[in-house]
């Protein structure tokens, strides 16, 4: 069995420090995904080991951008599935260039990672919607929490669990440590 957490870290995926996630959550931990996309042969690994824990038939692979564009491929690849992606239009999620859902097909929303789920549940809003019905949530990477813990059930192939703080709490803030904001809203 693949420790994929290893792998994350020999890539320089899983890093330590002081960052502010897309949620606006602060963190000592950051998952840089787009770090093990970049490999097409490892993305695909990804992509056939997420695929092959999503238990349910699935019509469609949806994806919130910009983060989980790649990981969404994949997937959708392995699962020989049509891919579709979410994004931001005047801070709305929503579907562009020609992408649509068709009525009544069933969705596996994937991401590269979950902290809040905020996204995933935009792009689940995004499907309904169009009358998409969301039937999986998966993601590279759970890194959610006891205090914040994710509105759905969902699968990934990594479980991590930082220490994440709000920003008004931050010891690191406290200390003066400098944040980075690697988050796709954020960058």
């Not at 890093?15 to 970049?38: N, P, V």
């Not at 951008?65 to 239009?89: C, M, N, Q, S, Y």
């Amino acid at each position: 069995m693949t420790d994929w957490l290893e792998q994350f870290r020999e890539r320089g995926v899983h890093q330590a420090g002081h960052f502010q996630l897309s949620s606006g959550l602060h963190s000592d931990t950051y998952l840089q995904c787009a770090r093990a996309l970049m490999d097409p042969a490892f993305a695909d690994e990804l992509g056939w080991a997420l695929a092959g824990a999503i238990d349910v038939d699935v019509d469609v692979v949806v994806s919130p951008a910009i983060g989980g564009v790649l990981a969404g491929f994949v997937v959708a690849r392995a699962l020989h599935v049509p891919f579709v992606f979410t994004e931001r239009k005047d801070g709305v999620m929503t579907l562009r260039r020609g992408q649509s859902i068709e009525p009544g097909a069933r969705v596996a929303i994937v991401e590269d990672v979950l902290t809040t789920g905020g996204s995933a549940r935009e792009a689940a809003d995004v499907i309904e919607a169009a009358g998409g019905v969301v039937v999986a949530w998966a993601a590279l990477v759970d890194r959610s929490t006891e205090d914040q813990p994710l509105p759905f059930e969902a699968t990934s192939l990594i479980r991590v669990t930082p220490q994440v703080w709000d920003p008004s709490e931050c010891p690191l803030c406290a200390d003066g440590v400098p944040i980075v904001s690697p988050g796709s809203r954020r960058a």
